[in-house]
């Protein structure tokens, strides 16, 4: 069964300072890998996505995630963060079996 | 153009109780579905549909109701609340589906005593 692990909680960064949140999967084939963030009392909003192709993935605001298979991992990257940045980020992979796992989320706190 | 909207907003509930949470969107989507957020977990799906008339479970489906009897709407009923139903609950939308961009309602938190 495919299963999602954001290993870090909670992050804090300096406003201008880069940011890499991690994410690591587990699913036997190539999977269908996904960032989502979701600001404060919102719903999520899709960052970037991932199917095939060029394992470099570049998203809105900014943001940019790699998929990396021998470490199973599609870190999310972005080179200088704004405050606007505080929110929560979701990881999710699917299978293409009509189903989407996401991870528990990490919360960004960006630090004037 | 609303996007994805949902009513009501916040709802307690006793258990045992029925409720229905609403979800429209007005982009002609013919991929619905909702989602349920506890604390420490991700989302998970509860229920979808990918277009009017056709509804479908997800990963947690128990306890949880819906039809689709037009494209807009996709209402998520309750039959009889339980407090393992404490959540908040977000509707989305997309034109081709889960691994389409969803667009997400503002989410319902309901609370069942």
């Known amino acids: 069964a495919q299963s999602v692990t954001q290993p870090d909680i909670h992050i804090t960064v300096s406003e201008g300072a880069s940011l890499e949140l991690r994410c690591n999967y587990s699913y036997g084939a190539t999977p269908y890998l996904f960032w989502y963030v979701q600001s404060p009392g919102q719903g999520l909003q899709l960052l970037l996505k991932?199917?095939?192709?060029?394992?470099l993935v570049q998203g809105i605001k900014g943001f940019e995630a790699e998929f990396k298979r021998s470490q199973s991992s599609f870190n999310l990257r972005k080179p200088s963060v704004h405050w606007s940045d505080a929110a929560e980020y979701f990881c999710a992979v699917g299978s293409g079996a009509n189903n989407l796992f996401f991870g528990t989320g990490t919360r960004l706190t960006v630090i004037p | 153009n609303a996007g994805v909207t949902q009513t009501p907003k916040f709802q307690v509930l006793k258990t045992g109780q029925s409720m229905t949470l609403q979800c429209a969107q007005d982009m002609n989507h013919e991929y619905m579905s909702w989602y349920r957020q506890d604390p420490g977990m991700g989302l998970r799906l509860i229920h979808y549909s990918v277009g009017a008339g056709i509804t479908d479970q997800g990963e947690v489906p128990n306890g949880y109701n819906v039809s689709r009897s037009t494209t807009e709407d996709f209402p998520l009923r309750l039959l009889s609340a339980a407090p393992s139903q404490t959540s908040v609950y977000f509707c989305a939308s997309s034109t081709g589906g889960l691994y389409d961009t969803q667009y997400f309602g503002p989410g319902t938190r309901l609370t069942v005593l």
């Open positions: 991932y199917f095939s192709g060029d394992t």
